[in-house]
């Protein structure tokens, strides 16, 4: 519990913009800053699906459905990864979670929403 502490969400309007933040604040830095960082989300009655990921050594990926909306980026200083996210769309609506992965082990925040609505 609270290794991974997500903010950021709300409610917006859509084509507005949010940003989410996951920090890492128990999480050593020789681990963290190696560690694969992850956003997914879960709409309700949908499964969780993965929407951006960033390894130890910046590489990104995301799901073909934000690719060009959302941005993931770390601040390893600060034991915390981001999720920029523009041209929100109704159906971007979720519980968005932060994930860490390392060595086999994997950690879930407790998640954040994100409601774009008019």
């Known amino acids: 519990q609270g290794q991974l502490q997500e903010s950021g969400g709300g409610l917006v309007q859509p084509g507005g913009s949010l940003r989410l933040s996951c920090r890492a604040p128990?999480?050593?830095?020789?681990?963290?800053?190696?560690?694969?960082m992850g956003w997914y989300r879960q709409a309700l009655g949908k499964e969780r699906e993965l929407v951006a990921t960033?390894?130890?050594?910046?590489?990104?990926e995301y799901a073909d459905s934000v690719k060009g909306r959302f941005t993931i980026y770390r601040d390893n200083s600060r034991k915390t990864v981001y999720l920029q996210m523009n041209g929100l769309a109704p159906e971007d609506t979720a519980v968005y979670y932060c994930?860490?992965?390392?060595?086999?082990?994997?950690?879930w925040g407790q998640g954040t929403v994100v409601t774009v609505s008019s």
């Open positions: 994930n860490r992965k390392l060595s086999g082990q994997e950690f």
């Open positions: 128990r999480t050593i830095t020789s681990v963290f800053n190696p560690s694969m």
């Open positions: 960033i390894s130890g050594g910046g590489t990104t």
